[in-house]
């Protein structure tokens, strides 16, 4: 008997999470593309957002003329204030020279999924891909503006201000209850 609620149990735990398991992921919404020179050919940059702000999460797609197929490549992110440095990807280990992957929602491409640039100013991604015809090397710079939103320090005093409030009110109330312990005790 325990068995055969057992079985109905599993079955109905395959029945309810297959529809999640296999749904496919939402296809990326590319907004703008650049181009540029890539040894004989070009390489197209696409974004999911446009202007690039800094702080603010989007995808990049890189597809060289004829495609990603038996190719590799290379992505160093330059910053602003000229230093090579990792964008934060999961499973990079901080390597400013990062190895070109799929992108997870574009399979057609290379891409960084969900990435933000932290810092405001203009940024070089230096390219070098390895193809049948050699290494081909290009930069792409971008321009990542102001941070959206308001400063960071006025995003963190109103967010605090409940919180010191609520600790304002929950120090009077221990205060209140510690005299009353203290006069109880003197009586």
């Given at each position: 008997?325990?068995?055969?609620?057992?079985?109905?149990?599993?079955?109905?735990l395959?029945?309810?999470?297959?529809?999640?398991?296999?749904?496919?992921?939402?296809?990326?919404?590319?907004?703008?593309?650049?181009?540029?020179?890539?040894?004989?050919?070009?390489?197209?940059?696409?974004?999911?957002?446009?202007?690039?702000?800094?702080?603010?999460?989007?995808?990049?797609?890189?597809?060289?003329?004829?495609?990603?197929?038996?190719?590799?490549?290379?992505?160093?992110?330059?910053?602003?204030?000229?230093?090579?440095?990792?964008?934060?990807?999961?499973?990079?280990?901080?390597?400013?020279?990062?190895?070109?992957?799929?992108?997870?929602?574009?399979?057609?491409?290379?891409?960084?999924?969900?990435?933000?640039?932290?810092?405001?100013?203009?940024?070089?991604?230096?390219?070098?891909?390895?193809?049948?015809?050699?290494t081909?090397?290009a930069?792409l710079?971008?321009?990542?503006?102001?941070?959206?939103?308001?400063?960071?320090?006025?995003?963190?005093?109103?967010?605090?201000?409940?919180?010191?409030?609520?600790?304002?009110?929950?120090?009077?109330?221990?205060?209140?209850?510690?005299?009353?312990?203290?006069?109880?005790?003197?009586?």
């Amino acid at each position: 008997m325990k068995r055969l609620r057992l079985a109905i149990c599993v079955a109905i735990l395959v029945v309810l999470t297959a529809p999640a398991a296999s749904a496919q992921p939402e296809p990326l919404t590319i907004v703008h593309s650049e181009r540029i020179p890539l040894g004989t050919g070009t390489l197209t940059a696409s974004f999911t957002d446009w202007p690039v702000k800094a702080g603010r999460s989007l995808d990049f797609t890189f597809e060289p003329t004829g495609g990603i197929e038996g190719r590799t490549g290379t992505i160093r992110a330059i910053t602003p204030s000229g230093e090579a440095r990792a964008l934060g990807i999961v499973g990079l280990d901080g390597d400013p020279d990062m190895r070109l992957q799929r992108h997870p929602r574009a399979r057609h491409a290379w891409g960084l999924d969900v990435v933000a640039l932290p810092e405001e100013g203009l940024w070089h991604f230096e390219f070098a891909v390895n193809g049948p015809d050699g290494t081909a090397r290009a930069t792409l710079p971008i321009t990542a503006g102001p941070m959206p939103g308001p400063p960071a320090g006025l995003s963190w005093a109103v967010g605090m201000t409940p919180w010191a409030v609520a600790l304002v009110v929950l120090g009077r109330g221990w205060l209140r209850v510690r005299r009353k312990a203290v006069l109880g005790w003197n009586d």
